[in-house]
């Protein structure tokens, strides 16, 4: 089964802070995917990124940016968090999104700005 | 730009029972993908089914099933035979046919509690 890890689950930081979220997926999936889930406003896309170095905005970018420095691994980066950041962000990759291909999840890090 | 919605902030439904989970989208595209993705209190979303929009015949997966409706743009969710396990959120989503690369767009969910 294709795995897609987030390296933290829970994490607490400060305002102003530099903050990385780090995922990794070990099946060789071109796309991936960064989305924050709030409550009452479902999953809200922030990056995406389709090859390595590429990136495209997603709905909400602000505030974020993105790394993708090799296929496995994409990085999000809070450049200075702010407490309305705090959020459940997921991260997904898939195959190929062209003919359709659904998702593989992380399984979440809950980022509190405190 | 394409929208998803989700009519049913909360459900419930007893074990063993059938309930079935209401999804809407808006789309100008004739070509499309389709799909139901569940997230339990463990947070891992999981895709539940998957629909093609230029097939007519509706996706099953076990006790899951759609019945989707092109002209009415509707996509919901069945659940037979509820277990315990089936708690969780359910997410509709939506992904457009296209040449280039294009994301999932997803509804906000609906909060299934199946109760013993």
Not at chain 1, 37 to 51: A, E, K, M, T, W
Not at chain 1, 102 to 112: A, D
């Amino acid at each position: 089964d294709v795995k897609v890890t987030q390296s933290s689950r829970y994490l607490v930081k400060r305002t102003g802070e530099k903050v990385f979220l780090e995922c990794v997926q070990d099946m060789d999936h071109e796309n991936m995917f960064w989305y924050r889930q709030d409550p009452g406003l479902g999953l809200r896309l922030i990056y995406f990124s389709y090859d390595v170095k590429m990136k495209e905005k997603g709905d909400i970018p602000e505030g974020y940016s993105v790394s993708r420095e090799k296929k496995e691994r994409f990085s999000l980066i809070l450049e200075s968090a702010s407490t309305n950041q705090t959020s459940m962000y997921l991260c997904a990759s898939s195959l190929g999104t062209r003919q359709g291909y659904g998702y593989t999840f992380g399984s979440g890090t809950r980022l509190t700005v405190v | 730009a394409q929208t998803v919605t989700q009519s049913q902030p909360e459900m419930s439904v007893q074990e063993a029972e059938t309930v079935t989970l209401s999804c809407t989208y808006d789309t100008s595209e004739s070509n499309y993908y389709l799909f139901w993705y569940k997230q339990p209190p463990s947070r891992q979303m999981i895709l539940v089914i998957r629909q093609e929009a230029y097939k007519q015949q509706n996706a099953t997966e076990n006790r899951f099933s759609v019945n989707f409706q092109k002209a009415a743009k509707s996509f919901s969710l069945k659940i037979s035979d509820s277990q315990l396990g089936d708690t969780a959120m359910y997410f509709c989503a939506f992904m457009k046919h296209s040449s280039g690369n294009t994301p999932l767009v997803f509804g906000k969910g609906t909060r299934l509690s199946v109760i013993a």
